[in-house]
């Protein structure tokens, strides 16, 4: 089993996020601390990463295809609901949301599946709702950064450009900011935060 693939086990990825975990998710808590949200889908939620760092007044839903990492987050986090289902065909009938987050999973999908995981996203978005977006870049030029895009779980780690042409056609942008996630000040993590409206 290499490095990266004992990330599926839950408290190794738990471990592991606890270096990037705040950072991450740094420009979505400053962007929302001046416009709340009441009900929050947390789609690709691993085993309750994110759960942690939300207003405890929201509601939250948090859906993930390994039912190994929702075991683990329903008996950590009882007062979130984590839900097994593939984030490319949500279950219909967990209604809409103010805030729907996904946070480091289309890197992990091919374009086709990042379109419909957007377009399902945007189903269950309420008329005032925003989509918000956090994904790694990768580098143009070779760097740590660049080194931990290629060897990460996530195939399709994108480069700036990219994204952008896989996400304008279906979102408008009200934010896009980059920023590095460092460990020690090194730069291990190239990563943009989105927010948007759909077209
Ligand atoms: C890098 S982890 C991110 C977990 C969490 N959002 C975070 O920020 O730490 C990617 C997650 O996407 C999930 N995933 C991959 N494909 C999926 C799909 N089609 N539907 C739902 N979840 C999926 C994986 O099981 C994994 O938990």
Redo the contacts with the bound molecule.
Sequence with gaps: MSFFKI??IPAV?LLW?KA??KQ??QPFLEATSSAPFDRIL??????G??FLSLPSSCTYI?????AE?IKHASLRYSSGQFLV????QLPLNIGKFDCI?????C???DDQ?CCA?VSEAIQHLSSDGHIHI?EPILPNSFSVAGLLAVM???RFIRKEDEWRRLLEPLLTTEHYSTNFLKVLRIKCYHMFYFRGRPR
């Design positions: 990330l599926q990825y996020q990037f975990r991450k998710l947390d789609i690709g939620c691993g085993p990463v994110n948090g859906v993930d295809i390994s990492y289902g593939d984030a490319t987050l996904i946070n480091s999973l890197h992990h999908l599946a995981v956090l990460d779980r996530g």
